[in-house]
């Protein structure tokens, strides 16, 4: 099993940036990012495997960074020009084996308690 902590969220304007962090109690094949607002559903933000290959959401492609750092078992999500639309909570889940590509569409087993991002216009 592994335990997930996120921290980072906060409030910020429309063009600022956060960075989400998620502490992990070990290893893990695929680690990912998900948010979801108020009465939508969830939805995946960005992915990245083992080896360090990632892929997005087209949604934030360009403006978000999803990295790792093996040493710390830390995920990172780094998010540049933030909009409104981009508030929501922010969970971060993982997949411990390999089961197939490392997408936010894959099955997670494991998840964190989310932290809150607002972005302001």
């Known amino acids: 099993q592994v335990q997930l902590v996120e921290s980072g969220g906060g409030s910020v304007q429309a063009g600022g940036s956060l960075r989400l962090s998620c502490a992990a109690s070990g290893y893990s094949y695929c680690m990912g990012w998900f948010r979801q607002a108020p009465g939508q559903e969830r939805e995946g933000v960005a992915a990245?495997?083992?080896?360090?290959?990632?892929s997005y959401a087209d949604s934030v492609k360009g403006r978000f960074t999803v990295s790792k750092d093996d040493a710390k078992n830390t995920l990172y999500l780094q998010m540049n020009s933030l909009k409104p639309e981009d508030t929501a909570m922010y969970y971060c889940?993982?997949?411990?084996?390999?089961?197939?590509?490392?997408?936010?569409?894959?099955?997670?087993?494991?998840w964190g308690q989310g932290t809150q991002v607002t972005v302001s216009s």
């Open positions: 889940a993982a997949i411990l084996v390999v089961a197939g590509k490392c997408r936010t569409g894959a099955t997670f087993g494991y």
């Open positions: 990245i495997d083992s080896e360090g290959s990632s």
